[in-house]
């Protein structure tokens, strides 16, 4: 089945622990990307991904960092994570890029005390 | 000014009813324009996609996008409770570049069919 996962879906930590978030999908996407989704605020893109070793700052990118070493996958990770980054977090990916359909993940739903 | 303006609602309807939701938008730049629907607890789903000025239907929805007011919509015929769920639009644009690949999200609507 084409999908695209992450794991966890649900994850609890305390200021400055360092997370990762995973992300995978198995429909050979170029492009992948990090979103949050807060009330009020709606989505906003934190990182993308246009291929492997090719990734850029999105609209919210402070405090997160990304990788793509492998183009099935694409991790977000908080270095030092603070409450204003208590979010939604979905992975999409899109064949080639944003003109492409966006299949989103089911969500990370992140709280940070 | 906010790139894309969304009215979030909520918005009730009965089922049958006409729904029409809308997004305004500040950067003439934009060409693709996308509706995604967002069912509560899981990710967006694309449920339609246009680039160019007009109407686009496709079953009980249609797209229209009026580039000339920086205007887009969202019309659902027929409206089912199954059609219940959050709407979010989304543009983006290329560069002279060639390249862009940031994809601008509206806040998104709520809306609910009650049977």
């Known amino acids: 089945e084409a999908q695209v996962t992450q794991n966890p879906r649900y994850l609890i930590t305390v200021t400055g622990k360092k997370l990762t978030v995973t992300c995978s999908q198995n429909?050979?996407?170029?492009?992948m990307s990090w979103y949050r989704q807060d009330p009020g605020l709606g989505l906003r893109q934190i990182y993308y991904s246009m291929n492997v070793e090719v990734t850029d700052k999105g609209d919210v990118p402070e405090g997160y960092k990304v990788s793509r070493k492998e183009k099935r996958n694409f991790p977000l990770i908080l270095e030092s994570p603070s409450p204003n980054q208590t979010s939604l977090y979905f992975c999409?990916?899109?064949?080639?890029?944003?003109?492409?359909?966006?299949?989103f993940g089911p969500g990370t739903r992140l709280t940070v005390l | 000014q906010k790139e894309v303006e969304q009215d979030p609602g909520p918005l009730s309807v009965p089922e049958g009813a006409i729904v029409s939701l809308n997004c305004t938008y500040s950067?003439?730049?934009?060409?693709?324009f996308m509706w995604y629907r967002q069912y509560s607890r899981k990710g967006p789903e694309l449920l339609m996609y246009t680039y160019s000025s007009g109407n686009k239907e496709d079953g009980r929805f249609t797209a229209q996008v009026d580039k000339s007011s920086k205007y887009i919509s969202l019309f659902i015929r027929d409206s089912q409770p199954s059609d219940s769920a959050t709407y979010l639009c989304a543009m983006s644009w290329v560069n002279s570049g060639g390249s862009n690949y940031k994809l601008t999200f509206g806040k998104g609507t709520l809306l609910t069919v009650n049977p």
């Open positions: 999409a990916s899109s064949l080639t890029g944003i003109w492409d359909e966006q299949f």
């Open positions: 950067n003439s730049a934009f060409q693709y």
């Open positions: 429909m050979n996407h170029e492009y």
